[in-house]
């Protein structure tokens, strides 16, 4: 069973920064697609940024330029650099794992795993 811990989560003013990481906890991480997802009051879940197991990225458009997905193999951990925080960032965000390494994964019902979420809250 694979478990996956946020961290990093926040209140900050439109234009900072924050990061966010996720400790995955199982033996596959080196395969595991890994993604992000955000969920805001009212609103669908919806993907922000994922990597896969080679390293490639896909970013939504609102979030293009501003955020960057990393990954550290060694330490089995992803994550997510914000920049550039706009109100409408106003979330909370999961970390998610694919154990297929599907590099097309877009949908939430994609991702076996699923972190228990941290708060990202952007002020004006």
């Known amino acids: 069973q694979v478990r996956l811990v946020e961290s990093g989560g926040g209140l900050v003013q439109a234009g900072d920064s924050l990061r966010l990481s996720c400790a995955h906890s199982?033996?596959?991480?080196?395969?595991?697609?890994m993604g992000w997802f955000r969920q805001a009051p009212g609103k669908e879940r919806e993907l922000v940024a994922t990597?896969?197991?080679?390293?490639?990225?896909y970013y939504a458009d609102s979030v293009k330029g501003r955020f960057t997905i990393s990954r550290d193999n060694d330490k089995t951990m992803v994550a997510l650099q914000m920049n550039s925080l706009r109100p409408a960032d106003t979330a909370v965000y999961y970390c998610?794992?694919?154990?297929?390494?599907?590099?097309?994964?877009?949908?939430?019902?994609?991702?076996?795993?699923w972190g228990q979420g941290t708060q990202v809250t952007v002020s004006s």
């Open positions: 990597i896969s197991a080679g390293g490639n990225t």
């Open positions: 998610s794992a694919d154990r297929h390494n599907n590099v097309y994964a877009r949908s939430p019902d994609q991702y076996e795993y």
């Open positions: 199982g033996r596959t991480f080196s395969r595991t697609l």
